[in-house]
């Protein structure tokens, strides 16, 4: 399979382009409000600014979803908010997500900052919270100009989920975590930074599913469902 991965590799795109033109175009999250209309539940492709394909056109940086245990109630908005953060304050809470987080640790790693507290326990004291205040809106600042597409996928939360195998074999398919590096990250990418050897070696802000091997299947139930959103 290995030596078909560009091929895939070109599919999903060619399926993502197709998915660009169905919902009319990314977004980025500093211009979205929970009012929009958003689907209960889906999967998110975040690309970013200067990190682009081998041949052309930008690449996918991360992929996400949501509410994959069963009796899990996370929205497709609310995952999503939980990676914007807070408008008023300008800030977020990393400890409500992993995106957020590592994009701290990279911000650290890169900038040298001293933040001991960032990604310790699941919850935090308002002095500390005040004390990482800067750190999360320089996070909010990254994230908010991402541009992202998301896919509606309305299955039942559990371990059947189409999203979750979406998510799973997009992520093992785009990441170069111990492969010959295919659409690699950028020089510059601040991810490089980051203190997560799976973030660094696969060029995604993703860590779960970056060191395993893809079902190319998935491919047809992503290309089936943009294909039922074009006849809607």
């Known amino acids: 399979m290995s030596d ?6 070109i599919k999903f795109y060619s399926i993502l382009d197709e998915l660009e033109q169905r919902i009319v175009g990314p977004r980025t999250l500093g211009d979205c409000r929970g ?3 958003w689907p209960a539940r889906g999967i998110y492709f975040f690309r970013e600014a200067g990190e682009n394909r081998s ?13 994959l245990k069963a009796g899990g109630s996370t929205t497709l908005w609310g ?3 939980a990676h ?4 008023r304050s300008g800030g977020g809470n990393h400890r409500g997500s992993i995106f957020r987080l590592i994009v701290g640790t990279a911000l650290i790693g890169r900038d040298g900052h001293e933040f001991p507290t960032w990604g310790e326990g699941n919850s935090a004291a308002k002095d500390i919270r005040a004390a990482e205040l800067g750190l999360e809106r320089a996070v909010s600042e990254i994230i908010r100009t991402m541009p992202f597409m998301w896919l509606s ?3 039942e939360p559990g371990p059947g989920s189409m999203r979750g195998n979406i998510e799973r074999n997009a992520i093992a398919l785009l990441s ?3 492969k010959a590096p295919l659409d690699p990250a950028s020089a510059h990418w601040l991810g490089r930074h980051c203190d997560r050897d799976r973030v660094r070696l696969s060029g995604l802000w993703n860590q779960n599913h970056v060191d ?4 190319p299947a998935f491919l047809e139930d992503m290309e089936r469902i943009v294909i039922q959103l074009a006849n809607a």
């Open 212 to 215: 395993q091997s893809y079902d």
């Open 55 to 67: 041949d052309t056109g930008p690449r996918v940086v991360r992929v996400g979803t949501h509410a």
């Open 79 to 81: 995952r999503l908010s």
């Open 4 to 9: 078909r991965r560009r091929e895939h590799l």
């Open 153 to 155: 996928i309305g299955d």
């Open 35 to 37: 009012h929009m209309n």
């Open 176 to 178: 170069n975590f111990n």
């Open 84 to 87: 914007r953060g807070h408008l």
